[in-house]
């Protein structure tokens, strides 16, 4: 009887939700400029529905697409004549779909009646983190509260978690899941607040902080994307506001920011992943962390966190012209990641959006840096480009990845103490 009343919760679990079943993820090497081209002319193809990962850019940096099967002949033709070499990254992606769900389902036979009892080493739903921050402000009611800062497309509320000792502070701003598809985020900021909440005066460092700055922490900073990713689409990166005049849905919440706006590494083709929206801060999600940092206006850092492919990021996305303080952000960086690689020898590699990996215009950092938040800054998680898990990162990593980045945050924070401006 209990073998059948799983089968039946975990076929109750899978009903109605995009099938990955012999989705193919490949790694894709260009040789030279030429092959980044014909790349880039393949993501125009919407017939073929691909998902690039990881987006044709330069022949330094591998392209990770996920392939549906009804187009893996055709595009892998298409790469054998034209000599472009690649590798099977993930052989059906439905296996780890399925993997990863049936690891939650028995995680979810446990409901926690505290934070010491949540799960931080499994994936959870957004009710279920919703719930972990409500009991998290309950048992914590002196220095912990939660701000709801507005409302999603769909009316979800915006929670953010405040961390404060003290009024008139100035903050420190740390957001996760602002791309919904990305797991592993949401994941470690649940395990970042709880981590604050236990080690204020436990920890002479993050005391010290505390002491000085109010820490915001918005866990899931697209409710809706990320709600659909658990009910519809594992794969949904964007927000899931209609398009008026197209088919596709939503905005990416992450070009949508008034730095450079509709510039180039932004698509204004609504079926694109990197859309970038009818205008600067059109999506609610976006629009209200604008007017929260604004109204604050003492936010001294801004750290927002992605995955994946190891990397620790600063500003710019949208040109090549450098920051005025690179030599203190680059310095920094280096830094954090040296911290973080101390703990489990992960590897990050550091520098400003542009140099490191791409264009991107309307990017979160670019648009903090420019108000004036000195140290802004982009984590992209576990795991490595060479992974064979992209956004599906197994649950066994998430409190290793927690750990080592908690190390990095730490540098940042600190250095923003010791440093005011």
Not at 301 to 312: G, K, M, N, T, W
Request: hydrophobic share 35%; with cysteine.
């Amino acid at each position: 009887m209990r073998k059948l009343l799983v089968l039946a919760c975990l076929i109750s679990a899978v009903f109605g939700r995009k099938t990955f079943e012999g989705h193919q993820v490949l790694q894709i090497t260009a040789a030279n400029d030429v092959q980044i081209s014909l790349l880039k002319n393949l993501t125009d193809h919407e017939y073929l529905e691909l998902d690039f990962w990881r987006d044709p850019v330069h022949d330094s940096l591998p392209v990770d697409v996920r392939v549906p099967s009804t187009s893996l002949h055709r595009v892998k033709s298409f790469l054998k004549n034209n000599k472009i070499h690649y590798k099977i990254m993930i052989q059906n992606l439905q296996v780890l779909v399925d993997k990863e769900q049936q690891e939650m389902m028995r995680s979810h036979a446990h409901q926690p009646k505290s934070t010491d009892d949540f799960d931080y080493a499994n994936y959870h739903t957004l009710d279920e983190i919703n719930s972990f921050i409500d009991m998290l402000v309950k048992e914590n009611p002196q220095f912990v509260s939660k701000i709801v800062i507005g409302q999603s497309y769909e009316r979800r509320p915006l929670n953010v978690l405040k961390f404060s000792t003290g009024s008139n502070r100035p903050g420190i701003w740390i957001d996760t899941g602002i791309h919904s598809r990305e797991w592993v985020t949401q994941a470690c900021g649940t395990w970042f607040a709880n981590m604050i909440a236990t080690s204020y005066k436990r920890d002479r460092a993050l005391t010290a902080i505390l002491n000085k700055f109010d820490i915001f922490l918005e866990i899931v900073t697209n409710p809706d994307g990320f709600q659909f990713t658990h009910t519809s689409d594992r794969m949904w990166r964007k927000t899931r506001k209609p398009n008026p005049g197209s088919p596709c849905i939503g905005v990416d919440p992450n070009r949508n920011w008034d730095s450079n706006f509709g510039g180039p590494g932004s698509s204004n083709n609504p079926c694109k992943q990197d859309y970038h929206g009818p205008s600067a801060h059109s999506e609610s999600e976006v629009k209200a962390i604008v007017d929260f940092v604004k109204s604050h206006g003492k936010f001294k850092a801004f750290v927002s966190i992605h995955s994946y492919s190891q990397f620790l990021l600063y500003p710019y996305g949208y040109t090549r012209t450098p920051c005025s303080d690179q030599a203190e952000l680059h310095k920094l960086a280096g830094k954090a990641v040296a911290a973080l690689k101390n703990l489990y020898g992960m590897s990050y590699t550091y520098g400003s959006i542009i140099n490191v990996i791409y264009q991107a215009s309307g990017g979160s950092i670019d648009w903090t840096y420019d108000q004036g938040i000195k140290y802004s800054y982009t984590f992209e998680l576990r795991p490595l480009q060479s992974s064979p898990y992209g956004f599906l990162l197994p649950a066994d990593q998430i409190i290793p990845t927690a750990k080592e980045t908690w190390q990095a945050l730490m540098v940042i924070m600190k250095h923003t103490k010791k440093n005011p401006y």
